[in-house]
């Protein structure tokens, strides 16, 4: 195999500029650092781990932890796997790996974490479905271990984060339906303690608010992320003794069944009950009519998260010291028919 | 932190007993190691890793190998999900950790392997989405790496496989369309260098002989993994020469583009044309008309993939001395009025 004397050699330049190229340090030139990451790929470059373990106690390999065991995974949710892949993509070019851990849901995240700090094999974690009181952002900052979270959490501690705006796109469906007419909104929530869950909470209030619509609970909605969770979110819509007009849905993932739930009671998305997402992803687009929703490079999340890792990693070891970067993640609005004034049907039952 | 000594102080067991448990070894009663399993959950057992790398040279941990950057990893794909999340579980009986390794696209997958062996980070691994010819195969022999794939390979080695019964489930289907009157069956396939395309396709040739039709590699159509890859079969069936009258789809997650396709040409599966798929997703079922296809329990082939990785590292140590297991994964038809006789429309025009 190629070490890192070889590959110097061959490129003619010093072992420390190869090193800092390869490691995603500063101080090499853009242009230099894909010269030698090629070279890398080309020659199957392969890090001496024993030295580098010694040296810095790396692995160059990043743990991103994903919560197994839960419907929305067997659901086909493609959020994570889209943003891991470019990720994954724009890691190696800072000379890192990237290991998914799945942290089942029978399991205490605490004594995984503690498993996975205690093994060392990996440099740095993202924590994901953040809590609002999330007692693994607690843990891992007593441990040392790098970590950034995507997803806030109120818990406290001095790491990096990168949500993306549940609050405001919640605000602002609130804000397109009222312009359309809707004055009974229900709101679709996971069930479980996510702090996305109160962020979107949270906007769907401020935007009652803005429109002078009184708040009520009985319209907040918690169904499982899943295709299941959408057809009885459906019911629970069809069901509601004050016929909302509008569904405001968090997990894009129960859309479909909601669809097919409407369908089944011969209704339709936007004629019969008016649909907007958090997120239009690509199989919304496929129903008919297509869902609106809000939409997101989850390439450029990917790509950001990956640099936000190396970021963490350098200042780690001295040569960054800027404050942990924090990031609400925009998102930009895509029309659709399922976004509608209040249906014939429902709308004129008088319930307000 | 608990270690191992005293966990087996507060079992009252040998320390050898409840290592052979942890470490999912024979010759320890199952419910001692459930017993001792609880135990170190409670606790907050957490091996000593340095300990053990001396000992064993192990991290218990299982790398799973997937693709990234492939348009099936954005379509939602819950297969791998669902079975790497049965597999995560029982891996944690046997002691294991799983950490699921994306090896991008543009990414080499010999320089991959490379690094992931010289890291030492897991003792085993698991490879997906073989080759008919996988040098990975050929790596991971000489490196002596344990590992088994999920799927076969024609590169010879002495290692475990488990495959899903891809030529089987074709020529059943072509058995059940031509049953129904069926004569120009188009064939979909990944348009990847997959083994399993080639099972599926060997397996729609045996069907098509067992009852006298010809071969023909016009019907032969190679589409993305993905539901834009669905709407392009679509256009290549209905604007297809020899008009053929039933498709049969080795990727599901094609299905619901090419449902979405049909309806924008006012036509209906079933009815129109016979949709077949290897694999009867969820998504699937919420199809309208669900589509038809063959079942499998993914939890099942989940706990198979973690004792078949619990049996390699066993007989890795010497515990065990068995041939490596192979097995060919049944699956089960379910039927769907996606399945039906010709259509007037399609079935009568006379190009045979």
């Given amino acids: 195999m190629t070490g890192i004397r070889q590959l110097a050699d061959h490129l003619e330049l010093s072992i420390g500029t190869v090193s800092r190229a390869l490691n995603g340090r500063p101080g090499v030139h853009p242009a230099t650092r894909e010269r030698v990451l090629q070279a890398a790929r080309e020659l199957g470059y392969v890090a001496n781990q024993s030295g580098r373990s010694l040296r810095r106690g790396q692995t160059n390999t990043v743990g991103f932890v994903v919560e197994s065991g839960h ?10 796997f889209a ?6 993509l724009r890691l190696a070019e800072h000379g890192l790996d990237l290991a998914i851990l799945p942290c089942h849901s029978a399991d205490d995240p605490i004594s995984f974490l503690a498993r996975t700090v205690a093994r060392g094999v990996v440099d ?4 994901t479905a953040t809590r609002q009181q999330d007692k693994r952002i607690a843990f891992l900052t007593r441990s040392r271990m790098p970590f950034l979270t995507l997803g806030r959490s109120a818990t406290p501690g001095d790491y990096p984060w990168i949500d993306l705006d549940f609050f405001g796109v919640a605000q602002d469906s609130v804000a397109r339906l009222v312009a359309l007419g809707h004055r009974r909104i229900a709101l679709a929530l996971p069930n479980r303690d996510v702090a996305l869950a109160h962020h979107y909470l949270d906007g769907y209030r401020a935007g009652l608010a803005a429109a002078d619509l009184p708040f009520s609970s009985d319209l907040v909605l918690r169904v499982d992320s899943s295709e299941e969770g959408g057809v009885a979110l459906g019911g629970l ?4 003794p004050a016929a909302p007009t509008a569904v405001m849905v968090c997990s894009e993932v129960t859309v479909p069944g909601l669809y097919n739930h409407l369908a089944s009671r011969g209704l339709t998305a936007g004629r019969d009950l008016a649909v907007i997402a958090f997120r239009q992803s690509p199989p919304l687009r496929f129903l008919s009519p297509p869902a609106a929703g809000y939409d997101l490079s989850l390439r450029d999340l990917g790509h950001e998260l990956a640099d936000a890792v190396a970021d963490l990693l350098a200042a780690r070891q001295g040569h960054l010291s800027e404050r942990p970067r924090t990031r609400i993640w925009p998102m930009t609005f895509c029309d659709s028919p399922s976004l509608a004034p209040p249906g014939r049907k429902r709308g004129s039952s008088s319930s307000s």
């Fill in 237 to 240: 819509i069809l069901d509601h």
């Fill in 83 to 88: 943003t891991i892949d470019a990720m994954n």
């Fill in 71 to 80: 419907p929305s995974n067997l659901g086909g949710d493609n959020f994570q």
């Fill in 124 to 127: 740095a974690l993202v924590l």
